[in-house]
């Protein structure tokens, strides 16, 4: 079940979790926060691999488990700086 629209800024800053959209298969669907680099309201990177994955928040937040979970969506892909 999803909801369009809704105050995703504030989901977010209550949300210990977040719904990865495309990216990695060897992902998981569902990420913790924490284990992320929120760089901003609107953008998350995930380092999987040696690669920095990045997502964008979309507006949908997605209510299928009970919780509110922000969704984001994978946009490319770049290699961990060293």
């Known amino acids: ?3 369009a629209k809704v105050d995703h800024e504030r989901t977010l800053r209550e949300a210990d979790e977040v719904k990865l959209a495309g990216g990695p298969e060897t992902l998981p669907s569902v ?3 924490s284990n992320a680099n ?3 309201a609107e953008r998350l990177i995930v380092t999987h691999n040696g690669r920095n994955e990045h997502y964008v928040f979309t507006e ?3 209510a299928g488990g009970g919780a509110a979970l922000p969704t ?3 946009t490319y892909s770049t290699a961990v700086a060293e």
């Open 31 to 33: 990420f913790l926060l």
């Open 1 to 3: 079940m999803k909801e």
């Open 38 to 40: 929120l760089v901003d």
């Open 60 to 62: 949908d937040i997605d």
């Open 72 to 74: 984001a969506r994978w």
